[in-house]
T-cell receptor
Framework: AQSVTQPDIHITVSEGASLELRCNYSYGATPYLFWYVQSPGQGLQLLLKYFSGDTLVQGIKGFEAEFKRSQSSFNLRKPSVHWSDAAEYFCAVSGANNLFFGTGTRLTVIP | NAGVTQTPKFQVLKTGQSMTLQCAQDMNHEYMSWYRQDPGMGLRLIHYSVGAGITDQGEVPNGYNVSRSTTEDFPLRLLSAAPSQTSVYFC????????????FGSGTRLTVV
């Protein structure tokens, strides 16, 4: 069965520092993987997605993610965090008719 | 192009009351879904539809009904509200399948007292 684990519930980084959010998935076949961001009181916005091919995926707002099949991971990265990146981030894997979400990582950015 | 529109944004219900959460999309998307978001649990699928006239259950369907009479609309009905249904509800849609990612509405925050 599909599942997603985000091991970090809350991460705090300084503005300008680099960021890596971890995501591990469980899926029998080649996964379709996603990262979404949710600002307070808002819906979810798609940051990036992986289908196949190049394992380094570029997304919006300067984010990127790397698919590593051997580690069953799809970690999200950003080289320099901005205060506006403070939000909750969800990793998801696609099933046949469902997106299976992790429990989310809340990002706090300090000046 | 409004995307996915959910109404209302906030609602308070008494235990036992019924209500319908509305969801409409103007992108001609075939796939539509309802998720609920609870703290520490991520998002869980309630019901989904792969086209007009076709619906199916997700992970947590009990206490909810859906119908899909048109491509645009996918309402979620709470038959007899319970405090356990206090949650944030999100409607989402996709043109050609969940594997291409979903577009989400802004959510309905429901409190059942």
């Amino acid at each position: 069965a599909q599942s997603v684990t985000q091991p970090d519930i809350h991460i705090t980084v300084s503005e300008g520092a680099s960021l890596e959010l971890r995501c591990n998935y469980s899926y029998g076949a080649t996964p379709y993987l996603f990262w979404y961001v949710q600002s307070p009181g808002q819906g979810l916005q798609l940051l990036l997605k992986y289908f196949s091919g190049d394992t380094l995926v570029q997304g919006i707002k300067g984010f990127e993610a790397e698919f590593k099949r051997s580690q069953s991971s799809f970690n999200l990265r950003k080289p320099s965090v901005h205060w506006s990146d403070a939000a909750e981030y969800f990793c998801a894997v696609s099933g046949a008719n469902n997106l299976f979400f992790g429990t989310g990582t809340r990002l706090t950015v300090i000046p | 192009n409004a995307g996915v529109t959910q109404t209302p944004k906030f609602q308070v219900l008494k235990t036992g009351q019924s209500m319908t959460l509305q969801c409409a999309q103007d992108m001609n998307h075939e796939y539509m879904s309802w998720y609920r978001q609870d703290p520490g649990m991520g998002l869980r699928l309630i019901h989904y539809s792969v086209g007009a006239g076709i619906t199916d259950q997700g992970e947590v369907p009990n206490g909810y009904n859906v119908s899909r009479s048109t491509t645009e609309d996918f309402p979620l009905r709470l038959l007899s509200a319970a405090p356990s249904q206090t949650s944030v509800y999100f409607c989402a849609s996709s043109y050609s399948g969940v594997r291409y990612g979903y577009t989400f509405g802004s959510g309905t925050r429901l409190t059942v007292v």
